[in-house]
């Protein structure tokens, strides 16, 4: 317990249950931080932040969509209001669209890479501008995939989208590494969220393929990727920035 005491996190993506943002808002809940828990859907947003307070913790629910700018802006400006700082950012909200080349439209191309990218940049930006003004550094920790480390059939823009966030990850820890600001991402393999029953029915042609390069045989827990996430908020990875960290059963080590 407390390896996160005292320190004000921000979870995106969190309204999701079972989900990789509301497995981290509620561990870093239990290690002692206020958690901040953001998605589009506000209502279940809230819903999560209402289960970690009953459990003992400290979290607010706000809505937000990642996608807008001006929404960044707000929610930011609602937590330096609240505590005058942010400790650790969690950039987790994400869609996948999967379709084979043949079948994408622009439209879905620029759906993809907006929610899962420009919204990182948006405020992976904002953090570090408020963190730079506290002074004491902090943790970004942005959720790419391991289909943004090897092609994935069927991922072509979900995987431009994650293999985006794993460099712009690596330039921003470069950035901000004077400033103690690490900069960090998570590569989940294949776990069991909601998004995931999603993408199998987007893409059961490939779904069996997919599971059988899976060594250890089956699907990981939003809790899996909840502990990874802890760790590089904690101050146990002070020394780690630009750095990928994959979390799959064994898939990428083929």
Known sequence: MGRLEGKVALVTGGASVPGLGSATA????????IVFITDRDGVGA???AEGI???GGAAEALPHDVT???DWDRVMAAIETAHGRLDVLVNNAGIAVLRMLEEFTTADWKLQNSVNLDSVFYGTQRAVALMRKVGQGGSIINISSVAGLFGVPGCAAYAASKGGVRLFSKVVALECARDRIRSNTVHPGMILTNMQGVAQEDNADNFDSTMALVPMGFMGDPLDIANMNLFLASDEARYITGSEFVVDGGMAAQ
């Open 26 to 33: 509620q561990r870093f809940a239990e290690e002692g931080a």
């Open 46 to 48: 809230e819903k999560v």
């Open 53 to 55: 307070r009953t459990a």
């Open 68 to 70: 807008s700018e001006s």
